[in-house]
């Protein structure tokens, strides 16, 4: 849902800050604005995506598994969930508890402050359905030099990253790391998500 926001702020504003970042399409557009009217929170893909989280929710309940969002392609990195809006329920037994790692291509360079600002901002806790709610984790309450975060932007972090991703065998968890290169360019810092497994029993609500 973060990336609905950046429109709010308008495509003109953020091309002229695109180009001085060098980060324009052949024809002079803001590379982000392709990436804006694909990502599948626009407006046009609202209800397709609705209707593909709830049939995964199903498929999740039926066969005991855990469902994990791989995503990328937005220049930044962040991780954030869909849960049961029901608090007490823990994700080991939501079927409904699906993160959504925010991981891109090593190589792509990171948008302008005022994009991931804007990205940052509409980044609220949402509702699916009336059982189901999203929301960012504040993942970045440190910069990978120790200090805060660009405006304190916790949720999102505009630097060269990957991900990688092992499974713990003794809880059978997934450990997802996002690595975030350093300022010197050498180097990352790990960013740590658990993803607990989902338990394999009917008890489900």
Same mark, same amino acid.
């Given at each position: 849902?973060?990336?609905?926001?950046?429109?709010?702020?308008?495509?003109?504003?953020?091309?002229?800050?695109?180009?001085?970042?060098?980060?324009?399409?052949?024809?002079?557009?803001?590379?982000?604005?392709?990436?804006?009217?694909?990502?599948?929170?626009?407006?046009?893909?609202?209800?397709?995506?609705?209707?593909?989280?709830?049939?995964?929710?199903?498929?999740?309940?039926?066969?005991?598994?855990?469902?994990?969002?791989?995503?990328?392609?937005?220049?930044?990195?962040?991780?954030?969930?869909?849960?049961?809006? %029901?608090?007490? &329920?823990?994700?080991? +037994?939501? =079927?409904?508890?699906?993160?959504?790692?925010?991981? /891109?291509?090593? #190589?792509?360079?990171?948008?302008?402050?005022?994009?991931?600002?804007?990205?940052?901002?509409?980044?609220?806790?949402?509702?699916?359905?009336?059982?189901?709610?999203?929301?960012?984790?504040?993942?970045?309450?440190?910069?990978?030099?120790?200090?805060?975060?660009?405006?304190? %932007?916790?949720? &999102?972090?505009?630097? +060269?990253? =990957?991900?990688?991703?092992?499974?713990?065998?003794? /809880?059978?968890? #997934?450990?997802?790391?996002?690595?975030?290169?350093?300022?010197?360019?050498?180097?990352?810092?790990?960013?740590?998500?658990?993803?607990?497994?989902?338990?394999?029993?009917?008890?489900?609500?």
């Amino acid at each position: 849902k973060a990336l609905s926001g950046i429109k709010s702020i308008g495509l003109t504003k953020i091309g002229f800050i695109a180009k001085q970042r060098a980060i324009v399409n052949i024809w002079g557009e803001p590379e982000l604005s392709d990436d804006m009217n694909d990502h599948w929170t626009s407006e046009v893909h609202m209800e397709e995506r609705k209707k593909f989280v709830l049939r995964l929710q199903e498929f999740a309940r039926r066969h005991h598994v855990r469902v994990t969002f791989v995503g990328g392609d937005v220049h930044c990195c962040g991780a954030g969930r869909f849960a049961s809006a %029901n608090p007490s &329920l823990p994700p080991e +037994r939501d =079927f409904r508890f699906m993160p959504q790692i925010i991981s /891109s291509a090593i #190589m792509n360079i990171p948008p302008p402050n005022l994009v991931i600002r804007a990205v940052h901002s509409s980044a609220k806790t949402y509702e699916l359905d009336n059982y189901t709610d999203e929301l960012m984790y504040k993942l970045f309450e440190k910069d990978v030099n120790g200090k805060s975060p660009p405006n304190n %932007n916790t949720k &999102l972090l505009a630097r +060269r990253n =990957f991900s990688s991703y092992v499974e713990d065998l003794n /809880s059978h968890a #997934m450990i997802v790391n996002i690595h975030v290169q350093n300022e010197n360019n050498h180097g990352t810092k790990a960013y740590l998500i658990n993803v607990p497994a989902l338990a394999n029993d009917t008890n489900y609500v």
